[in-house]
Nanobody, 124 residues
Framework: QVQLKESGGGLVQAGGSLRLSCAAS????????VGWFRQAPGKEREFVAS????????YYADSVKGRFTISRDNAKTTEFLQMNSLKPEDTGVYYC????WGSGGRTLTDYDYWGQGTQVTVSS
């Protein structure tokens, strides 16, 4: 069982930046793909970004491409989502998810383990 915990959310003005972190309790992310998803009020959870289990390949939703960057620390203990040029439509609860030996899929069912989420609010 992998337990994930997100951190780094908060309130920021449009144009600002936040860095989200995702840590796995008691283990590293070696051999895991990690994805970030978000859910705005009244909307379905949607794909934001992912990194495959090798850590070499990254994928982004069109809406965040060029503004968000997913990365993994060298010790593979923490995944990051750097979010720049934030917009009000980026507001939502952000979740990280893990998939053993995964390719960095874009759908919810690609991932076996989920965190509790962290709130990101972007004011206009």
């Amino acid at each position: 069982q992998v337990q994930l915990k997100e951190s780094g959310g908060g309130l920021v003005q449009a144009g600002g930046s936040l860095r989200l972190s995702c840590a796995a309790s008691g283990r590293t992310f070696m051999s895991y793909a990690v994805g970030w998803f978000r859910q705005a009020p009244g909307k379905e959870r949607e794909f934001v970004a992912s990194i495959d289990w090798t850590g070499h390949n990254t994928y982004y939703a069109d809406s965040v491409k060029g503004r968000f960057t997913i990365s993994r620390d060298n010790a593979k203990t923490t995944e990051f989502l750097q979010m720049n040029s934030l917009k009000p439509e980026d507001t939502g609860v952000y979740y990280c998810a893990a998939d053993p030996w995964g390719s960095g899929g874009r759908t919810l069912t690609d991932y076996d383990y989920w965190g509790q989420g962290t709130q990101v609010t972007v004011s206009s």
